[in-house]
């Protein structure tokens, strides 16, 4: 898997594109270039979009390993993330829900507008 980190500084969002092949050392790496780059930011808020991500070769235990691993990452305490899925592939259900045990709450999204809106709004939840 390949990404691509960038910072929006219009809507003041931290982009993410995945792509590619999904592994574990691949994901980490990205969140360990995303809070190296931007974990200073107060709000942290990041824009996930998964949506290119083909091929998911993480176990059940990677992905529950890497949920917790998010989960534990101080710069990510009170971060907004939205992860944009695509329908038909949702590659982060067990990592949302390891993360959200650690009191990340990863928020999924099947649209760039409602992830966007989302993120730069005062809403708690997703609507």
Do not use: P
């Given at each position: 898997m390949s990404f691509q980190i960038r910072y929006d500084s219009q809507?003041?969002?931290?982009?993410?594109?995945?792509?590619g092949e999904a592994t574990y050392a691949n994901r980490v790496e990205a969140v360990r270039q995303?809070?190296?780059k931007y974990g200073h930011l107060q709000p942290l808020r990041?824009?996930?979009?998964?949506?290119?991500?083909s091929k998911m070769s993480m176990t059940l235990e990677e992905?529950?390993?890497y949920g917790?691993?998010?989960g534990q990452i101080p710069a990510l305490y009170g971060a907004r993330v939205a992860i944009l899925n695509r329908a038909e592939l949702n590659t982060t259900a067990v990592m949302?829900?390891?993360?959200?045990?650690?009191?990340?709450v990863l928020h999924?999204?099947?649209?760039?507008r409602a992830a966007m809106k989302w993120l730069t709004s005062a809403a708690e939840v997703p609507s």
């Open positions: 809507n003041r969002v931290v982009r993410m594109l995945l792509y995303l809070v190296a990041v824009f996930a979009d998964v949506r290119r991500v992905q529950q390993r917790v691993y998010l949302r829900n390891k993360a959200r045990d650690g009191g990340l999924s999204f099947l649209t760039e």
